[in-house]
């Protein structure tokens, strides 16, 4: 009894020790990155990836290069939605729901919306390098290679 016991405990702590950093893994995620202008590489936005209770992990807009427009705050104006084209770039939520995939190590079935065009894309994120990630969007399978890929700089605090 007593050896089934002592191995039903370390089989319980292995478990909560691969679980731990399997999680430590996802959560590496977590930050600031700062985005590029697609066309001039120049810095465009700040957003911050978070996770939420469901354990799914969000992005949403925290700074701006150019919050204004014409001496107003910059609006999602290009959104499909009616209802939803007066609402603030800064705060809007532009990365959903995505899972880490422990196996390929990035984090995917999540979408990006991209505030510029009002489109949103399929994506999945991963690091090119401890501070770059690969955020790659795109309309079907990610196979089928139709889609875009842009890079984001993680970065260490909130802007101002």
């Known amino acids: 009894m007593k050896i089934t016991l002592t191995t039903a ?3 319980i702590l292995m478990a909560f020790g691969s679980s731990s950093k399997a999680q430590s893994k996802a ?3 977590l930050g600031y990155y700062l985005t590029f202008d697609d066309e001039t590489g120049a810095e465009k936005s700040q957003v911050q990836i978070y996770k939420d209770p ?3 992990y969000y992005g949403k807009i925290v700074w701006l290069k150019e919050p204004n427009k014409d001496g107003k705050p910059k609006v999602d104006d290009k959104n499909p939605d009616v209802k939803l084209q007066k609402r603030a770039i800064m705060g ?6 995505f899972k880490y995939n422990e196996s390929d190590n990035e984090w995917n079935d999540g979408s990006i919306y991209n505030p510029a065009s009002g489109k949103t894309y399929n ?3 991963n690091f090119e390098s401890a501070t770059k990630v690969k955020i790659r969007g795109f309309i079907g399978a990610s196979w089928m290679g139709l889609g875009k890929t842009a890079y984001w700089t993680k970065e260490a605090t909130l802007r101002k």
Do not use: R, T
């Open 92 to 97: 809007l939520e532009m990365l959903k729901g």
């Open 123 to 125: 994506c999945y994120i």
């Open 9 to 11: 405990l370390l089989v």
């Open 27 to 29: 959560d590496k995620i």
């Open 54 to 56: 469901n354990g799914k």
